[in-house]
T-cell receptor, first 113, second 117 residues
Framework: SQQGEEDPQALSIQEGENATMNCSYKTSINNLQWYRQNSGRGLVHLILIRSNEREKHSGRLRVTLDTSKKSSSLLITASRAADTASYFCATDSGGTGGFKTIFGAGTRLFVKA | GAVVSQHPSWVICKSGTSVKIECRSLDFQATTMFWYRQFPKQSLMLMATSNEGSKATYEQGVEKDKFLINHASLTLSTLTVTSAHPEDSSFYIC?????????????FGPGTRLLVL
């Protein structure tokens, strides 16, 4: 499969709690990105972390990257009902032969008000 | 920010007909465009990579005669689903890649929902 794995597949939490989603991938990467998608809608880019970075923050989002384990995590702190969506990691890889962005299976997050 | 548009945003067609979906980069020239397909409650699957003026590169398992890709200019790529069948019903998303200041950035379109009856 071209996709990486994400866990959990689905996550249900209370508003105010933190949500952690994990992503594993298979090949060497240039960078890794996280996207959000509301049901039936397009993608919203959340954050990009480069292969030489280990951690990055953006507002309530915290992303880590462990290239030795080929894994990344997305932490959403103090979750809100509006955070309910599907979250996908996507890895960029390739070189002169061409770049590709491959998506993970995604985590469906449901935040209960 | 950079914008990628898709047209139409949704389409319903009869089985056996062909459907063309356009992907445009509105304010930049894209070095490469990509086509993805997403089934309900699933992730995006890369179908093909398209470079302007050359043949598309299809991912394993994607029928190139079924999904025709034309990349006529640096701002337009089209995906034609030929002889569509109900199993082709899906959400099709394009993306466009541009190189700015030694960095490659990818922008996604809003998607086209196809329903084949």
């Amino acid at each position: 499969s071209q996709q990486g794995e994400e866990d959990p597949q689905a996550l249900s939490i209370q508003e105010g709690e933190n949500a952690t989603m994990n992503c594993s991938y298979k090949t060497s990467i240039n960078n890794l990105q996280w996207y959000r998608q509301n049901s039936g809608r397009g993608l919203v880019h959340l954050i990009l972390i480069r292969s030489n970075e280990r951690e990055k923050h953006s507002g309530r989002l915290r992303v880590t990257l462990d290239t030795s384990k080929k894994s990344s995590s997305l932490l959403i702190t103090a979750s809100r009902a509006a955070d309910t969506a599907s979250y996908f990691c996507a890895t960029d890889s390739g070189g002169t032969g061409g770049f590709k962005t491959i998506f993970g299976a995604g985590t469906r997050l449901f935040v209960k008000a | 920010g950079a914008v990628v548009s898709q047209h139409p945003s949704w389409v319903i067609c009869k089985s056996g007909t062909s459907v063309k979906i356009e992907c445009r980069s509105l304010d930049f020239q894209a070095t490469t465009m990509f086509w993805y397909r997403q089934f309900p409650k699933q992730s995006l699957m890369l179908m093909a990579t398209s470079n302007e003026g050359s043949k598309a590169t299809y991912e394993q398992g994607v029928e190139k005669d079924k999904f025709l890709i034309n990349h006529a200019s640096l701002t337009l790529s089209t995906l034609t689903v030929t002889s569509a069948h109900p199993e082709d019903s899906s959400f099709y998303i394009c993306s466009a890649r541009v190189k700015r200041k030694y960095q490659e950035t990818q922008y996604f379109g809003p998607g086209t929902r196809l329903l084949v009856l």
